[in-house]
């Protein structure tokens, strides 16, 4: 499933995108990583309904878009992790426990990443979790 998808009345959902954000983190098995750290790009859609605040226009009616960039910021530039994997689930994680939203899809990049031998633009998790 993915955040396309109908919400379960068979309507489509409503979404808030942050597309692009950029960070700085020390995630990585390689100890060179874990060392130096690198450049992570993230992507994220929550699934919200947005009926309340397209009508009132009222910042409290919906979800702050700052409030969701700090969240991932805090995950990708704290703690590191191994994974992406991990990147992406504590992202989901956290937003889904913090904020009101139906769903979260969340697309970790690592650009350039260390492969021995490769080009590769970058290497990237997506995950989508529900409420």
Known sequence: MSIDAESEAGVPA??????????????????????????????????????????????????????????????????PRNLLEAVAEGIASRLLGEFPVRAVQVRVKKPQPPIKGSVVEYAAVEIYRMR
């Open 14 to 79: 409503d979404r808030i995108v942050l597309q692009g954000m950029q960070f700085y983190g020390y995630h990585g098995v390689n100890p060179e990583e874990r060392a130096l750290g690198q450049a992570y790009v993230v992507d994220l859609t929550v699934e919200l309904d947005l009926r309340t605040p397209g009508a009132t226009d009222r910042l409290e009616d919906t979800v702050n878009y700052s409030r969701l960039y700090r969240v991932v910021q805090e995950v990708v530039e704290g703690t």
